[in-house]
């Protein structure tokens, strides 16, 4: 599984315009958290490498403005780990903690 650093607020224009074309998700990370390291886990052990999606990876401790904007952006509730699923510029799928799955991820990810 690839994923791109979401390291800048100017990313979420670049997500949005990614998004018209096939889904983007965003995994929020929590360093700190054994929960977070945990799905992180289970997500790069269970998705094939040629998954539709582009895959942002945020580092909520390095880059915490980035999450505010992330959650305001989206209209969500910032929680950790969280993983979006945006499409044509809207989060159409938000999970976090234990509701994250590589099942779900792969569901979505297919073409609208």
Known sequence: MHWNQLASIGQL???????????????KHSTRCS???????????NLPSDTKTEN???????FR?????VAE?????????Q??????????HVASHFEISPKVLLEESKPA
């Open 83 to 92: 993983l979006l699923i945006i499409r044509d510029g809207k989060a159409v």
């Open 73 to 81: 952006h989206y209209g969500i509730e910032h929680e950790s780990p």
């Open 13 to 27: 224009s670049e997500i949005d315009e990614k998004s018209k074309r096939g889904p983007v998700a965003i995994f």
């Open 35 to 45: 929960v977070s390291l945990t799905v992180l886990d289970r997500l790069e052990r």
């Open 56 to 62: 942002y990876f945020l580092d909520l401790f390095a």
């Open 65 to 69: 403005p980035v999450s505010n904007a």
